[in-house]
């Protein structure tokens, strides 16, 4: 099973960007599946995630009232959508999955990554 995340390029400040993470190998079903973003120099940090089957979502406080967490069952992908992004913002974004009742921000409960995807916002 791998999770790969997409969507990631190089935005102006104010714009959006929405990023994609799919599974392959294996669907999701009761699984938490949430983004995390390392910036350079710092120690990644937990940005959004959804509880699959029940949708319950957790946002990080950087990014809440202009994002949004949200999947397409359908197509067994994971969507991160941004607005009125921030030099801030700039980091490498990944999304990662595990068998859990509700969205944590704590890394260590998660057992599967996918490889980042690089976002940057220019000012």
């Known amino acids: 099973v791998q999770l790969q995340a997409s969507g990631g390029g190089v935005v102006q400040a104010g714009g959006s960007l929405r990023l994609s993470c799919t599974s392959s190998?294996?669907?999701?079903?009761?699984?938490?599946v949430s983004w995390f973003r390392q910036a350079p120099g710092k120690e990644r940090e937990f940005v959004a995630g959804i509880s699959w089957s029940n949708l319950g979502a957790l946002y990080a406080d950087s990014v809440k009232g202009r994002s949004s967490i949200f999947r397409v069952s359908a197509r067994n992908t994971l969507f991160l959508q941004i607005h009125n992004l921030k030099p801030e913002d700039t980091a490498v974004y990944y999304c990662?999955?595990?068998?859990?009742?509700?969205?944590?921000?704590?890394?260590?409960?998660?057992?599967?990554w996918g490889q980042g995807t690089q976002v940057t916002v220019s000012s």
């Open positions: 190998g294996c669907s999701f079903s009761d699984d938490v």
């Open positions: 990662a999955a595990a068998k859990l009742n509700a969205p944590t921000p704590a890394q260590a409960s998660y057992d599967l």
